[in-house]
């Protein structure tokens, strides 16, 4: 099974991940990190087929995704 695995202390809320995820199951969360940006939560973790588009995509590094 897919999974992805959010790194708060990279993420900086660009929101690229949110916005390129085919089965839309990211988004912008509620809780900030140490630098204030709103991290990025996996919303459906059951639904993430492991494309890694989100991985990709994010210029900090800030996901990782495991198939």
Same mark, same amino acid.
């Given at each position: 099974?897919?999974?992805?695995?959010?790194?708060?202390?990279?993420?900086?809320?660009? @929101?690229?991940?949110?916005?390129?995820?085919? !089965?839309?199951?990211?988004?912008? @969360?509620? !809780?900030?990190?140490? !630098? @204030?940006?709103?991290?990025?939560?996996?919303?459906?973790?059951? !639904?993430?087929? @492991?494309?890694?588009?989100?991985?990709?995509?994010?210029?900090?590094?800030?996901?990782?995704?495991?198939?």
């Amino acid at each position: 099974m897919a999974k992805v695995v959010v790194l708060p202390e990279y993420c900086k809320s660009c @929101g690229l991940c949110v916005n390129i995820c085919p !089965k839309k199951i990211l988004a912008i @969360g509620d !809780k900030a990190n140490q !630098k @204030g940006y709103y991290t990025v939560v996996v919303t459906d973790p059951e !639904k993430c087929i @492991g494309c890694a588009l989100c991985g990709a995509i994010c210029p900090d590094m800030a996901l990782e995704v495991y198939r």
